[in-house]
T-cell receptor, first 117, second 113 residues
Framework: GAVVSQHPSRVICKSGTSVKIECRSL??????MFWYRQFPKQSLMLMAT?????????EQGVEKDKFLINHASLTLSTLTVTSAHPEDSSFYIC?????????????FGPGTRLTVL | DQQVKQNSPSLSVQEGRISILNCDYT??????FLWYKKYPAEGPTFLIS?????DKNEDGRFTVFLNKSAKHLSLHIVPSQPGDSAVYFC????????????FGTGTRLKVLA
């Protein structure tokens, strides 16, 4: 099956610092990766779509200068939360599509719990 | 504007019985639908999907039904097992363009032993 990993699984940082979250597809090439955030007891909200080698497409209401996304290779996308504040505390999840094998399903990483103090 | 809704936030079912989880959507352009299972502090796990050209898809204990005219889909789990206890999300997608998913609000299923 298709495996997606995320690192770190949990991070606690001080307000004003930046945090980088990595998303890797371990056994397939992901031309497209997606970043979601989930608040407690709420749905997964799509933040942005990341295509390898091009700029990410952000959903309405998501600040692209605050949530920097880089998809430098077919197996790695990173999300950097810049100048984090307590309201950025959330569960961040990435997913990836295996377009080469033609799967319609997105395969999700295990998520990263961000806590900003 | 919630395009995908799961109106039941929670559901309790006795082990061995059928679990029926429902999902409604508003955008008639959606043409691909999926169900994911999620445990706390973990990423969603894919369960089953259905294309809009079908009205039913079955995989083991899981069956998804799609009623396009009503813009409604449902997930049937039979027989339900305690290990099925989790939060279930439906998702809708357009197969043209970015394939991005719009997730429903989730239904917490509890299967009682």
């Amino acid at each position: 099956g298709a495996v997606v990993s995320q690192h770190p699984s949990r991070v606690i940082c001080k307000s004003g610092t930046s945090v980088k979250i990595e998303c890797r597809s371990l056994d397939f090439q992901a031309t497209t990766m997606f970043w979601y955030r989930q608040f407690p007891k709420q749905s997964l909200m799509l933040m942005a779509t990341s295509n390898e080698g091009s700029k990410a497409t952000y959903e309405q209401g998501v600040e692209k200068d605050k949530f920097l996304i880089n998809h430098a290779s077919l197996t790695l996308s990173t999300l950097t939360v810049t100048s984090a504040h307590p309201e950025d505390s959330s569960f961040y999840i990435c997913s990836a599509r295996d377009l080469i094998r033609g799967y319609n399903e997105q395969f999700f990483g295990p998520g990263t719990r961000l806590t900003v103090l | 504007d919630q395009q995908v809704k799961q109106n039941s936030p929670s559901l309790s079912v006795q082990e061995g019985r059928i679990s029926i989880l429902n999902c409604d959507y508003t955008n008639s352009m959606f043409d691909y639908f999926l169900w994911y299972k999620k445990y706390p502090a973990e990423g969603p796990t894919f369960l089953i999907s259905i294309s809009s050209i079908k009205d039913k898809n079955e995989d083991g204990r899981f069956t998804v039904f799609l009623n396009k005219s009503a813009k409604h889909l449902s997930l049937h789990i039979v027989p339900s097992q305690p290990g099925d206890s989790a939060v279930y999300f439906c998702a809708a997608s357009l197969t043209s363009g970015t394939y991005k998913y719009i997730f429903g609000t989730g239904t917490r299923l509890k299967v009682l032993a």
